[in-house]
């Protein structure tokens, strides 16, 4: 599946609703579109200016909707969901977030994934994110989806 407009993106984050994570590590799970909105919020807190990383943080779990059997296969799939959309940028993190990379962004992203399953302070509603999307999309249409 690819997205081609921020509306169908939105669709499916709005599906992450009520969709646990189930962690490894055991426990109920974080509900993935809550952990969404907490992971982008941090990122727009610890680097206010990065709009690409911060909306990494906001997709990355849709790979539990495109992928649920496939816990391995999520993260590509959701970049190759992702990458006509919003660019190589964002799906290189989306795919490579899960492994910890040596790189800030990777270092950043993760932790401001394992940051955002504590839940405790309001990170707004996803239609806060849609400028930022339209942004993003808008710039990467524009560049052709050349980087």
């Given at each position: 599946?690819?997205?081609?407009?921020?509306?169908?993106?939105?669709?499916?984050?709005?599906?992450?609703r009520g969709v646990r994570?189930?962690?490894?590590?055991?426990?109920?799970g974080a509900d993935l579109?809550?952990?969404?909105?907490?992971?982008?919020?941090?990122?727009?807190?610890?680097?206010?200016?990065?709009?690409?990383?911060?909306?990494?943080?906001?997709?990355?779990?849709?790979g539990h909707l495109l992928s649920p059997a496939d816990a391995t296969g999520r993260p590509e799939r959701a970049a190759?969901?992702?990458?006509?959309l919003?660019?190589?940028?964002?799906?290189?993190l989306v795919a490579l977030h899960p492994w910890h990379g040596a790189d800030d962004d990777l270092f950043?992203?993760?932790?401001a994934d394992e940051d955002g399953l504590a839940a405790g302070f309001d990170a707004g509603v996803l239609e806060d994110w849609r400028t930022v999307l339209e942004l993003v999309a808008t710039r990467n249409?524009?560049?052709?989806?050349?980087?």
């Open positions: 599946m690819e997205l081609r407009s921020v509306e169908e993106l939105m669709d499916l984050l709005y599906a992450c994570d189930t962690p490894d590590r055991g426990g109920p579109h809550d952990h969404a909105l907490r992971t982008a919020a941090l990122l727009r807190r610890s680097r206010p200016a990065d709009k690409e990383l911060q909306l990494t943080g906001l997709v990355h779990p849709i190759d969901a992702v990458r006509p919003l660019g190589s940028r964002v799906a290189r950043s992203l993760r932790q249409s524009r560049l052709g989806a050349v980087d």
